[in-house]
């Protein structure tokens, strides 16, 4: 059992080439104005983190943080909770690439914003899948975001959104030259107004296919949400 509070409060942190680590059946809680529940960082690689009750509050907080070239790790079968005004359960950033994710159940809740998954900083060539995400954001409550990252999978997720403001929900967004994603077999319900099951934005050559996809909402027909399955805006092919 790890739990940690303070200013900064992180409950496992692989820093700096730590490699071929084994971090498991762990039941970990932070709390802090930044809190983490795994930070790993820093050309920290082969690292396989499963089967962890992660739980993570605070003005912004993160259930499994993935940063600055952390390459072929593996984030699996663990349960997620974060909340706060901004709450990522996972996210990859900086070249953070060809990493595994999935089967994992995750439920982030963000006054403002809520990810269940956040791609960005060309976070390449990673593998999303078999996930059960549900993303509250009593502003924004996202799925997954994917922003300048490319040659990703997201498979056999199921996805729920709820989000109160408009464009408040959406399944899967894609912005940012997020190019050459492949987005098959997921389950996704949108709760919220002008919500989208997945939105692009200037990203192309993506493939989305044998999606299931239901939207529940109002929309006021004005952009740059429409509560459309897929929207593509200035994306091509």
């Given at each position: 059992?790890?739990?940690?509070?303070?200013?900064?409060g992180?409950?496992?942190?692989?820093?700096?080439?730590?490699?071929?680590?084994?971090?498991?059946?762990?039941?970990?809680?932070?709390?802090?104005?930044?809190?983490?529940?795994?930070?790993?960082?820093?050309?920290?690689?082969?690292?396989?983190?499963?089967?962890?009750?992660?739980?993570?509050?605070?003005?912004t907080?993160?259930?499994?943080?993935?940063?600055?070239?952390?390459?072929?790790?593996?984030?699996?079968?663990?349960?997620?909770?974060?909340?706060g005004?901004?709450?990522?359960?996972?996210?990859?950033?900086?070249?953070?690439?060809?990493?595994?994710?999935?089967?994992?159940?995750?439920?982030?809740?963000?006054?403002?914003?809520?990810?269940?998954?956040?791609?960005?900083?060309?976070?390449?060539?990673?593998?999303?899948?078999?996930?059960?995400?549900?993303?509250?954001?009593?502003?924004?409550?996202?799925?997954?975001?994917?922003?300048?990252?490319?040659?990703?999978?997201l498979?056999?997720?199921?996805i729920?959104?709820?989000?109160?403001?408009?464009?408040?929900?959406?399944?899967?967004?894609?912005?940012?030259?997020?190019?050459?994603?492949?987005?098959?077999?997921?389950?996704?319900?949108?709760?919220?107004?002008?919500?989208?099951?997945?939105?692009?934005?200037?990203?192309?050559?993506?493939?989305?296919?044998?999606?299931?996809?239901?939207?529940?909402?109002?929309?006021?027909?004005?952009?740059?949400?429409?509560?459309?399955?897929?929207?593509?805006?200035?994306?091509?092919?």
């Amino acid at each position: 059992i790890i739990t940690t509070t303070g200013s900064a409060g992180y409950g496992v942190l692989v820093y700096f080439s730590s490699n071929n680590n084994n971090l498991y059946s762990n039941n970990i809680t932070t709390s802090g104005n930044t809190s983490y529940g795994e930070y790993i960082l820093y050309y920290s690689n082969n690292n396989n983190l499963y089967s962890n009750i992660i739980t993570t509050s605070g003005n912004t907080s993160y259930g499994a943080f993935l940063s600055e070239n952390s390459i072929n790790n593996s984030v699996y079968s663990n349960t997620i909770t974060t909340s706060g005004q901004y709450a990522y359960a996972t996210e990859l950033v900086s070249n953070s690439n060809s990493n595994q994710l999935y089967s994992n159940t995750i439920t982030t809740s963000g006054l403002i914003n809520g990810y269940g998954a956040y791609l960005h900083s060309s976070s390449n060539s990673n593998q999303l899948y078999n996930n059960t995400i549900h993303a509250i954001g009593f502003g924004i409550g996202h799925g997954a975001l994917l922003s300048s990252s490319s040659n990703n999978n997201l498979s056999s997720n199921t996805i729920t959104t709820t989000g109160s403001t408009d464009y408040g929900a959406n399944g899967l967004i894609l912005q940012s030259s997020s190019n050459n994603n492949n987005i098959y077999g997921n389950t996704i319900s949108i709760n919220g107004n002008d919500g989208n099951g997945v939105f692009f934005h200037s990203s192309s050559n993506n493939t989305i296919s044998n999606n299931i996809i239901t939207v529940n909402g109002t929309t006021d027909g004005v952009g740059p949400f429409f509560g459309a399955g897929a929207f593509l805006h200035l994306s091509s092919n």
